[in-house]
């Protein structure tokens, strides 16, 4: 009797479950450039991870992600996101454009990176995890280089609030007479009220300032 109550109650919360999601289909405008698979709630299935190119007005970045699980032989829309990818068009050489995203230790993480001008490069590492019902920030890693100058990395662990600044600089071998600012190094724990779920996060908008500096950087 126990083992039917179990089915019967297993059955129909995957009923309601599949009904609270709606069917995945790619319109006819989209074009897929990215696709990768991955357990991310921990039930021992994949869930699919698919980015597209868009050409929709309201698409903020022109470009998104949807996150789809198998439910009943079927695909179904578990989150969507237009804001976390940049656009094709982003940057100084859009051609030069990197972007990766890998499910790993049951996490998504999305991995970007495009010139800001001819010579200086920004690299971003996000990574969601999902829990409490939602997909949410739990880290980053931010590097901005340049070819000979410097190479900033900054990474957070919004879990622990572990933050750490490593800025390297170098000599350019130019011949000009530029002073090189000393190399700076910090780690630091930060306390965040909470974690920021996928969809309210905005890339870039976020301040964490340094402790005993002037410094500051977002993410």
Same mark, same amino acid.
């Given at each position: 009797?126990?083992? +039917?109550?179990?089915?019967?109650t297993l059955?129909?919360? #995957?009923?309601?479950? #599949?009904q609270? /999601?709606?069917?995945?289909?790619?319109? @006819?405008?989209y074009?897929?450039?990215l696709?990768?698979?991955?357990?991310?709630?921990?039930?021992? @299935?994949?869930?699919i991870?698919m980015?597209?190119?868009?050409?929709?007005r309201e698409?903020?970045?022109?470009?998104?992600?949807?996150?789809?699980k198998h %439910?009943?032989?079927k695909?179904?829309?578990?989150?969507?996101?237009?804001?976390l990818?940049?656009?094709?068009?982003?940057?100084?050489?859009?051609?030069?454009?990197?972007?990766?995203?890998?499910i790993?230790?049951?996490?998504?993480?999305? /991995?970007?990176s495009y010139?800001?001008?001819?010579?200086? #490069?920004?690299t971003?590492?996000?990574t969601?995890?999902f829990?409490?019902?939602?997909?949410? +920030?739990?880290?980053?890693s931010?590097?901005?280089?340049?070819?000979?100058e410097?190479?900033? @990395?900054n990474? %957070?662990n919004?879990?622990?609030?572990?933050?750490?600044?490593?800025?390297?600089?170098?000599?350019c071998?130019?011949s000009?007479?530029?002073?090189?600012?000393e190399?700076?190094? @910090?780690?630091?724990?930060h306390?965040?009220?909470?974690l920021i779920?996928?969809?309210?996060?905005?890339i870039g %908008? =976020?301040?964490?300032?340094?402790? =005993? #500096?002037?410094?500051s950087?977002n993410?």
């Amino acid at each position: 009797m126990e083992k +039917l109550l179990f089915f019967i109650t297993l059955t129909l919360s #995957s009923f309601l479950y #599949s009904q609270e /999601l709606k069917n995945f289909a790619v319109p @006819k405008t989209y074009e897929k450039i990215l696709e990768t698979k991955g357990d991310l709630d921990k039930d021992g @299935k994949d869930e699919i991870a698919m980015i597209f190119n868009t050409n929709l007005r309201e698409e903020v970045s022109g470009r998104k992600l949807y996150i789809l699980k198998h %439910v009943n032989g079927k695909l179904k829309i578990w989150q969507e996101n237009s804001t976390l990818i940049f656009d094709s068009k982003e940057g100084f050489y859009p051609s030069e454009n990197k972007l990766e995203v890998i499910i790993k230790n049951n996490s998504l993480n999305i /991995l970007q990176s495009y010139y800001t001008n001819s010579r200086h #490069s920004d690299t971003a590492k996000y990574t969601f995890r999902f829990q409490n019902g939602d997909f949410y +920030l739990i880290g980053a890693s931010i590097r901005f280089d340049d070819p000979c100058e410097f190479n900033f @990395k900054n990474e %957070v662990n919004f879990s622990t609030g572990k933050v750490i600044i490593d800025n390297k600089f170098s000599d350019c071998d130019d011949s000009s007479d530029r002073k090189i600012p000393e190399n700076y190094y @910090k780690e630091f724990t930060h306390e965040f009220p909470k974690l920021i779920n996928m969809n309210d996060f905005r890339i870039g %908008v =976020n301040e964490i300032k340094i402790p =005993n #500096s002037t410094k500051s950087f977002n993410y």
